[in-house]
């Protein structure tokens, strides 16, 4: 088990598609291939109706993306699915010894919903980050992984995210295919031992551009009034409700660990109805600048669309 202590890392994050040639009956431009050097932004889009419920079934035509109030051409589009790395980050500090089990139990079982083609990876926040799996589509060694969890110490969660998302980085880095990216975060959100900060965490998941789930194991309640949460609560969920709200996923706020196995089929059903879309951006990158990005749906699919906020337009390299 690989146990790691925080240093500043590079947070340039560029994905670049080398001779990719975009194929399969479901993507748009089927035989389009990107030069090496041309960044793609990839985003993974969630459309929903009034109701909450999924859209599926959508074309491309259905979508218009806008980065900084400019329209952007699709070049590319999959509505069927897109292989997939899940990371599936739990805190396992002491705070969280009673409820371990039942955290074990229901994120094994959003392992089982992985496909073939699908990779997962366990990592362990508690003092310092221990990486127990790293990515693999081997579903039953991911299993092993969270059943040889244990619970002690303290929870250093953002220092803990910082290299998760650092690791998403490296493995998107390495390989040319289009893969989505997903951080599965389950925690009471008490971060009592990172170096680094909660903007600073921010900073490196938007570079990262990877999906976050946030179950925040708080113990908050429908009826609980906000005086009657402290403080340390109160910051705890709308910093899981930020970075989820952030990256394009979704924050969940269970009463009880009871609810963890619904709440992990939930994520599971959200990413088998996603779709991924990718755009070469119009106005060429080198400014470094946070691009905000929008996704709409047309007027008659009566859908609304989730993704992540935006990224950040990548510097040339040193000494260009």
Known sequence: MARFTLRRLPSTLLLTLGGLALAGPASLLAQKTFKSGVEMVPLTVTVTDASGKYVTGLANSDFTI??????????????????????????????????????????????????????????EVK??????????????????AIRGLSASGATALFDGMYVVLKEFERQR???QEVRRQVLVLLSDG?????????????????????????????????????????????????????????SGGRTFFPKTAREL?????????????????????????????????????????????RTRSGYYAPRPPAGM
Do not use: C, K
């Not at 396992?92 to 039942?102: C, F, I």
């Not at 609980?224 to 709200?245: C, H, K, V």
């Not at 992990?264 to 905000?292: H, M, T, W």
């Open 66 to 123: 806008v980065e900084d109030g400019v329209q952007q051409p699709l070049s590319f589009f999959a509505s069927d699915h897109v292989p997939l790395d899940v990371a599936l980050v739990l805190d396992t500090s002491s705070s969280m010894r009673g409820d371990l089990p039942l955290v074990q139990s229901a994120a094994s079982g959003l392992v089982r919903t992985l496909h073939d083609t699908d990779r997962g990876a366990v990592i």
């Open 127 to 144: 003092n310092t980050t221990a990486i127990a799996q790293t990515f693999t589509s081997d579903r039953a060694q991911i299993e092993v």
């Open 173 to 175: 880095l390495a390989h």
């Open 190 to 246: 008490m971060d009592t031992q990172s170096r680094l900060g909660f903007e600073d965490m921010m900073d490196a998941a938007r570079r990262a551009g990877v999906n976050i789930y946030a179950i925040a194991l708080t113990g908050r309640t429908a009826v609980t009034p906000r005086f009657e949460r402290d403080s340390e609560t109160l910051r705890a969920e709308y910093n899981m409700g930020a970075m989820a709200r952030e």
């Open 261 to 305: 196995p619904a709440i992990y089929n939930a994520i599971a059903q959200e990413l088998a109805s996603q779709y991924e879309l990718g755009y070469i951006p119009v106005r060429p990158g080198g400014d470094g600048a946070f691009r905000r990005v929008m996704v709409r749906i047309a007027p008659g699919a009566n859908a609304l669309a």
